[in-house]
């Protein structure tokens, strides 16, 4: 049976399991820390969204605001299970809590080769940004998260 509910720490385990197999998402253990996550879900409290099937993880949607847009990160549904409304259902759900903290927008970047995951958001809603650069800074080390 589906389920679609608030991610919690609990979670994690299962989570990362699922993240690590998922393909097209950048993400690293040694980011997506259980203590980085911790502290993400609870400066968000139940924003973020996961999608179970019979208790496996089989979607996620890691989703936040910093007080002026809403953001989203790890947006992923099993191979196997694509195509069933799942994403929609966990962004549906997510977008809820931002509008209800008062948020008006939400972005998240998208890899330029990840040509698929492009027609999925601009098909949902979210527009590609013409003219927009992405600038990153790395100013580790860092404290607690990173364990
Ligand atoms: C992108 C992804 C999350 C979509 O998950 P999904 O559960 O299959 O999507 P849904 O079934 O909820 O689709 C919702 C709507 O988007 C459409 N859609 C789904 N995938 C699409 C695609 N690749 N291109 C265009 N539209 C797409 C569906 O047809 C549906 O449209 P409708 O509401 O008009 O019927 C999934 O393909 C995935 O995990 N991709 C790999 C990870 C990834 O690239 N994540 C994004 C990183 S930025």
Redesign the pocket.
């Known amino acids: 049976m589906l389920e679609i509910r608030a991610m919690t720490i609990d979670d994690y385990d299962e989570v990362l399991r699922f993240w690590i197999e998922?393909?097209?998402?950048?993400v690293s253990p040694a980011f997506d820390t259980r203590n980085r996550t911790a502290a993400y879900l609870a400066r968000n409290p139940g924003l973020s969204t996961v999608?179970l099937d019979d208790g496996r993880v089989v979607?996620t949607v890691l989703c936040g605001h910093d007080g002026r847009r809403g953001s989203?990160?790890?947006?992923?549904?099993?191979?196997d299970?694509?195509?069933?409304?799942?994403?929609?259902?966990?962004?549906d759900r997510s977008m809820a809590g931002l509008k209800e903290a008062g948020l008006t927008s939400a972005f998240?970047?998208?890899?330029a080769a990840?040509?698929?995951?492009?027609?999925?958001?601009?098909?949902?809603g979210f527009a590609p940004v013409s003219g927009v650069n992405y600038h990153f800074s790395y100013f580790g080390p860092v404290g607690p998260a990173s364990s």
């Open positions: 998922a393909k097209d998402l950048d999608a979607g989203l990160y790890n947006v992923a549904v099993a191979e299970h694509r195509r069933r409304g799942i994403a929609r259902k966990m962004l998240l970047m998208v890899y990840n040509l698929e995951a492009a027609a999925f958001w601009e098909h949902n």
